[in-house]
Nanobody
Framework: QVQLVESGGGLVQAGGSLRLSCAAS????????MGWFRQAPGKEREFVAD????????RYADSVKGRFTISRDNAKNTVYLQMNSVKPENTAVYCC????????????????WGQGTQVTVSS
């Protein structure tokens, strides 16, 4: 089992920044690729970003490319999502997820999920 706990969400004005953290415990964190997903009210869960087990490769949804940055610190068992130049449409519950081995944009392929942290962007 891998337990994931997100933090760092909150209320931010459009154009501002926020850094989300996802702390992992349980099995060897560095064996898992990590992803960030979000779900807005009335919408399906969508891919935001993912990162390989080593942190050597990242991928982003087109809507956040150039504004969000995913990173990880395997010594701290933590993955981050730096959100810059946020927009009201970024308002959602943001969840991190872990998958053993290769990263993927498909939420159904992730094994472990955190409970999420609310991000609200005001205009």
């Amino acid at each position: 089992q891998v337990q994931l706990v997100e933090s760092g969400g909150g209320l931010v004005q459009a154009g501002g920044s926020l850094r989300l953290s996802c702390a992992a415990s349980g099995r060897t964190f560095s064996n898992y690729a990590m992803g960030w997903f979000r779900q807005a009210p009335g919408k399906e869960r969508e891919f935001v970003a993912d990162i390989t087990w080593s942190g050597g490769s990242t991928r982003y949804a087109d809507s956040v490319k150039g504004r969000f940055t995913i990173s990880r610190d395997n010594a701290k068992n933590t993955v981050y999502l730096q959100m810059n130049s946020v927009k009201p449409e970024n308002t959602a519950v943001y969840c991190c997820a872990a998958v053993y081995g290769l990263e993927t944009v498909f939420p159904s392929q992730y094994t472990f999920w955190g409970q999420g942290t609310q991000v609200t962007v005001s205009s």
